[in-house]
């Protein structure tokens, strides 16, 4: 079945680490996104990416990066210069040309030892 | 740059209707409607382009005005399966920027 796969479930990081959060998709989707989930405040973006090799910043994407160096891969990086990082993060993906609908992973659960 | 949504919350009975608004401050090019049930990913529901249109999902439909730039969702006969978080996503361009709202959390009581 296609879909999106984010791992881990759960993430716990220490202060100071930089911490990767993984999503592959196998869905042949050009377009994929990076949000952020807190309580209270929907969904936030961070980044997203059109085609391999390139991405743009959302909303909030300091003190994170991501690469885009496989059609099927958008992993994301949470920098020790992202202060606040405890958060719920969804990956997503759709089709490039035209308003597409966005398909989301389950989810990462980051919070701060 | 994110829309606005309204009302933040709302508690229904089965078979209640309900109404969420989704607003922009910046002209429109659609507008994507999605739920979220607790702890699980957010499901797509319907997109609407600029032109006014309205579309239905079972007895789910939605609005779109594009000059006041404006989307609603409209719940008839609630059940049940409808409880969730209802988000709202904007795009100014044909360009995947899209932006969401802070969300609607539904919940429908027997």
């Known amino acids: 079945d296609g879909g999106i796969t984010q791992s881990p479930k759960y993430l716990f990081r220490k202060e100071g680490q930089n911490v990767t959060l993984s999503c592959e998709q196998n869905?042949?989707?050009?377009?994929m996104y990076w949000y952020r989930q807190d309580p209270g405040q929907g969904l936030r973006l961070i980044y997203y990416s059109q085609i391999v090799n390139d991405f743009q910043k959302g909303d909030i994407a300091e003190g994170y990066s991501v690469s885009r160096e496989k059609k099927e891969s958008f992993p994301l990086t949470v920098t020790s210069a992202q202060k606040n990082p405890t958060a719920f993060y969804l990956c997503a993906s759709s089709i490039r040309t035209g308003p597409q609908p966005q398909h989301f992973g389950d989810g990462t659960r980051l919070s701060i030892l | 740059q994110q829309p606005v949504q309204s009302p933040q919350a709302v508690i229904l009975r089965e078979g209640e209707d309900a109404v969420i608004n989704c607003s922009s401050s910046?002209?429109?090019?659609?507008v994507h409607w999605y739920r979220q049930k607790h702890g699980e990913a957010p499901v797509f529901l319907m997109i609407l382009l600029k032109g006014g249109e309205q579309k239905g999902h079972d007895k789910i439909s939605a609005s779109f005005n594009e000059k006041k730039q404006q989307s609603s969702l409209y719940l008839t006969a609630s059940q049940l399966s409808y409880s969730g978080t209802y988000f709202c996503?904007?795009?100014?361009?044909?360009?995947?920027?899209?932006?969401f709202g802070a969300g609607t959390r539904l919940t429908v009581k027997p």
């Open positions: 996503g904007t795009e100014k361009g044909n360009n995947n920027d899209m932006r």
């Open positions: 910046k002209a429109l090019y659609s």
């Open positions: 869905l042949n989707h050009d377009a």
